[in-house]
């Protein structure tokens, strides 16, 4: 068994979770803060079989996609610092973690 970690763009977790629960795949959604642009994104935990793992990536991309993100020129982001201009950045689609899971109970 597997456990991916997802994080996922604001704008896409709708279509994302949509499509994931379509597909029967079961999942818990977190509300979570990147540490770079310190603003809200989603993380999913997806426990699942290994076997399934490219189909829980393959609907996913389906509804991921990247952007660009305008950071203004007075934000505050990280620790501590400040851009003195209009940064850009491209977010996204995911960021995805595949881990082993050594022992899965359900009680
Ligand atoms: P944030 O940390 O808010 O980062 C948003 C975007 O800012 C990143 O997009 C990346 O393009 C840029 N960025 C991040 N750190 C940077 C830096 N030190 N210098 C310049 N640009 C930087 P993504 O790479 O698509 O990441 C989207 C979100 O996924 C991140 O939001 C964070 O919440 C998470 N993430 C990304 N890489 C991660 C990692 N290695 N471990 C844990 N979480 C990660």
């Given at each position: 068994?597997?456990m991916?970690?997802?994080?996922v763009?604001?704008?896409?977790t709708g279509?994302?979770?949509?499509?994931?629960?379509?597909?029967g795949?079961?999942?818990?959604?977190l509300a979570?803060?990147?540490?770079?642009?310190?603003s809200?994104?989603?993380?999913l935990?997806?426990?699942?079989d290994?076997?399934?793992?490219d189909?829980?990536?393959?609907?996913?991309?389906s509804?991921?996609?990247?952007?660009?993100?305008?950071v203004?020129?007075?934000?505050t982001y990280?620790m501590?610092m400040a851009n003195?201009?209009?940064?850009e950045?491209t977010?996204g689609g995911?960021i995805?973690?595949?881990q082993d899971?050594?022992?899965?109970?359900?009680?």
């Amino acid at each position: 068994m597997k456990m991916i970690t997802a994080i996922v763009n604001k704008e896409d977790t709708g279509s994302v979770c949509r499509a994931l629960t379509e597909a029967g795949f079961s999942f818990t959604k977190l509300a979570t803060t990147g540490g770079f642009l310190m603003s809200g994104n989603t993380t999913l935990l997806i426990g699942t079989d290994d076997d399934q793992v490219d189909a829980v990536i393959e609907t996913m991309r389906s509804k991921c996609c990247r952007r660009t993100e305008i950071v203004p020129a007075t934000a505050t982001y990280g620790m501590a610092m400040a851009n003195s201009y209009p940064l850009e950045v491209t977010v996204g689609g995911s960021i995805i973690f595949v881990q082993d899971v050594v022992r899965f109970e359900k009680l």
